[in-house]
């Protein structure tokens, strides 16, 4: 199997700077038949379940764009850093790696679920309704 480049963690890190994710982030899959990972990052472990999207579903990447100049004592002084929009990027994905700390992710996890009920409802908003015609 090819390595992933798409992953969910289950935390967040407000640190937005280039790493060498070929050397520093590596993982095992565990279970190939049933798509299964286990890494360790950032001090946790993690262990992942492969998700991939129904076919007529296209992910969008979203970065936020940070800027040119770092500087670290700035970030933390000014709050803007946090206003920095969401920008779409050109890259779509239709498979990611889902990660829990410690334990697997069911595939009744939330993350999972919340995102299919999504797509139930944007298919739902987006049918056409019948109109009769009153005369």
């Given at each position: 199997?090819?390595?992933?480049?798409?992953?969910?963690?289950?935390?967040?890190?407000?640190?937005?700077?280039?790493?060498?994710?070929?050397?520093?982030f590596q993982y095992?899959?565990?279970?190939?038949?049933?798509?299964?990972?286990?890494?360790?990052?950032?001090?946790?472990?993690?262990?992942?379940?492969?998700?991939?999207?129904?076919?007529?579903?296209?992910?969008?990447?979203?970065?936020?764009?940070a800027p040119n100049i770092y500087d670290e004592e700035a970030v933390e002084m000014d709050d803007s850093a946090q206003n920095i929009p969401w920008t779409a990027t050109n890259k779509t994905i239709n498979e990611f790696i889902l990660w829990k700390k410690n334990a697997l992710p069911d595939e009744d996890d939330p993350r999972i679920k919340s995102l299919k009920d999504w797509i139930a409802i944007a298919q739902d908003i987006h049918t056409p309704i019948a109109v009769e015609k009153q005369q």
């Open positions: 199997m090819n390595k992933l480049d798409n992953h969910l963690f289950p935390f967040s890190n407000d640190q937005n700077r280039n790493i060498s994710a070929d050397i520093y095992a899959n565990i279970d190939e038949e049933k798509q299964q990972f286990e890494t360790n990052f950032v001090g946790r472990n993690l262990k992942g379940r492969l998700v991939a999207l129904d076919p007529s579903i296209e992910g969008r990447v979203f970065e936020k764009l």
